[in-house]
């Protein structure tokens, strides 16, 4: 009997089993020739199935690990199912990757096939490694397999359907390496359950966050090579039902906004960061009575928030702010947005009360790539964004004795690929370690810092970085915000101000609303910003503390 997409199994299961159901729905959106296109899920179906079988066609065995490299694409999509359908394994990696990276991964993980997108990545995996099969979708040069030709056979759909249903839900489905903000990243194993049950946990949100929405739409441009865009763009969004629009890049994102009009949204708190200084930017070049009008919403918008409450002229005033301030702000995004979801890092109160302030319906999330990713959610009708919401249904948390936040449930990985030792520290009798210090209130997770980075001054006292530097990004001067103070007298911040701003009074405000241990005793500008082009940000924009550290490690001992 065929299972349907609520039995599912398998990854590859649950979408193509879905597609059989309503095979004319509308799964995927991308641009290509000058216009955007369109893919229904039975078009993506037989796509799968034609790759499934031209990969076992060239020697593609269960077990293997196949490097997927490509920007959010739906061929992307198409050979991450076509892949897990066969049982090989899936190892999603950056385009921004160097050389050096890809040798890393392929030689950790042992694959010996690679599918890419461009023929500049075909050169940098060939410089990477020695490769047994290299499939190139756009201009293949001499010696890759062009995708064409790699998915060129028509292949039964409704034998591949058949085929996946057997596929257990513990077997491993995808080796996502971890970008980490320090160190060599290592391959964590998800199996079919851990992604699954992120599915069917947030499918149930989802369904209350799009009810009454004929044909939602989501705007996917944070990398499907990272485990949050992977879980969530790949295969949450399809499986409820949402049309995925594969964003063009982010310089185009402004615009798409307008264009495509999305109901949902995910982002990384770098990303507020932008749209904030941008927002408020418009606002101020606009001076006058437009800026006045604008800092009169932020400020009644806030008070909604946190109070005291809008007296009765108050509230007048606001409902008229509502339609000539926050309207335009949220035309900017569309129109139509019913959450703007931030993730993989943490996001500040301050700058997600910007957006609240303003009408946008932000909400905050929490996960790892060792959980699936998603462990928690706020939503737009139960939000504190002093949290990063409830555990998902079937995820159970608990704080371990030193603070640390541990987690157990069918969305913990299998492990460290190849490395014991990691993951016996990692995963003890089935909680998952963190290495998050966090506390519960209410029922709600708080993350406070990072376990491993707290820093001990000299004077043997200890200091949340996370905090401070959350509490300085939070400034409308400061861009990006690393503290140090390792072995020093007090905390030096190194920063990357906003285009002509300067810092100080910036500091001065934030040292306000700190101890006297944790205020900042010198602050270094650089003088560019952290980026992923120079190694400074993860390619989700998370910045690499220990890198940053080590690189301005002299200007820190000066200043310290």
Known sequence: MAHDARTATSLPG?????????????????????????????????????????????????????????????EFAIADNALMAIGAITVPTYVTNTVADHAHILRDSGARAAIVSTPALAGRLREAAELELLVCMDDPPEGTLPWATLTAAPADAAMLMAEVEQIP?????????????????????????????????????????????????YLSFLPLSHSYEHTVGGFILPAAGVEVVYSRGADKLAAEFTEIRPHVVTAVPRLFEVLRERISGTAEKAGGYKAALFRRALAHGLRRLDGPPLGLLERLEDAVLDRLVRAKVRDRFGGRLRALVSGGARLDPALSGFFLALGIPVIQGYGQTEAGPVISVNTPWDNDRRSVG???????????????????????????????AATAKAIQDGWLHTGDVAEMVE????????????????????????????????????????????????VVALLVPAEGRDVEAAVKRVNALLSPVE???????LPEPFTVENGMMTPTMKVKRRHVLDTHRGLVAEAG
Not at 34 to 54: E, I, L, N, P, S
Not at 458 to 479: N, Q, Y
């Open 14 to 74: 649950l979408l193509l089993a879905l597609a059989r159901e309503a095979p004319a729905r509308p799964m995927l959106r991308f641009h290509r020739g000058g216009a955007w296109q369109g893919m229904t899920r039975g078009a993506f179906a037989q796509a799968v199935a034609d790759c499934a079988q031209g990969l076992r066609a060239q020697g593609v065995m269960p077990g293997d690990r196949v490097a997927l490299v490509a920007e959010n694409r739906p």
């Open 169 to 217: 839900d513990g077997r491993l489905a995808c080796l996502v390496y971890t970008s980490g903000t320090g160190g060599l990243p290592r391959g964590v194993m998800l199996p079919h359950r851990a992604l699954l049950a992120n599915c069917r946990a947030v499918e149930v949100l989802l369904r209350q966050l799009l009810q009454g929405v004929a044909a939602p739409t």
């Open 390 to 420: 409830r555990p998902l249904a079937g995820v159970e948390a608990r704080i371990a004795a030193d603070g640390e936040l541990l987690v157990r449930g069918a969305l913990v990985m299998d492990g460290y690929w190849n490395d014991e």
């Open 443 to 490: 029922g709600r997770i708080r993350i406070t810092d990072r376990k491993r980075d707290f820093i001990k001054l000299k004077g043997g006292d200890m200091v949340a970085p996370a905090k401070l530097e959350a509490l300085l990004a939070g400034e409308p001067e400061i861009a990006q915000a690393v503290v140090a103070g390792e072995g020093l007298a007090g």
């Open 519 to 525: 205020r900042i005793r010198r602050t270094v500008v």
